[in-house]
């Protein structure tokens, strides 16, 4: 599967949030969102990335922009994590890897870890950045200038 890249326009998919309730990415279509994706909740490099969302979520809300993390987690997993962290965004559980393999995620470490992957959207639905490093902290000041420049 080739998966999507920039220029594509994301086709519909739901998943589970954090809270229980179903996503459905043809309902948040209409305003910039990045959606990254993380290998696991609570560990080091996956706080630090999720906690640098948070801190700068503001700032993404002013700009109109909505921020959703992805991962394999469970919706259980997702609502200690976000409690644990204040995390105010939409955490989505993959756990089935339907949506990792819609964006086609890579995997790390010889595919023994989840890749950690951004995607920027417009607010048409179409991905306008792809920033793919396992350097957690490094995909927020990406996100929020690309979002910038969307403006």
């Excluded at 279509?29 to 979520?57: H, L, M, N, W």
């Excluded at 700032?59 to 394999?72: H, N, R």
């Excluded at 204040?86 to 990792?100: A, G, V, Y």
């Excluded at 902290?137 to 990406?142: A, E």
Aim: contains cysteine.
């Amino acid at each position: 599967m080739a998966g999507l890249k920039e220029g594509d326009v994301v086709p519909n998919f739901s998943a589970k949030t954090q809270d229980g309730t179903v996503f459905n990415w043809s309902e948040n279509v209409g305003k910039p969102t990045v959606i990254y994706f993380y290998p696991k909740d609570d560990t080091p490099g996956c706080t630090a990335q999720a906690c640098s969302f948070r801190d700068e979520y503001q700032d993404f809300k002013d700009l109109g922009a909505e921020v959703i993390g992805v991962s394999g987690d469970s919706e259980k997993s997702h609502v200690k994590f976000a409690k644990k962290y204040n995390l105010p965004f939409i955490l989505l559980s993959d756990k089935d890897k339907t949506i990792r393999n819609l964006f086609n995620v890579p995997t790390n470490l010889l595919g023994l870890i989840p890749g950690r992957v951004t995607y920027i959207i417009d607010k048409e639905g179409k991905i306008v950045s792809i920033f793919n490093s396992m350097r957690a902290t490094n995909h927020i000041p990406v996100a929020l200038k690309t979002i910038r420049e969307m403006k």
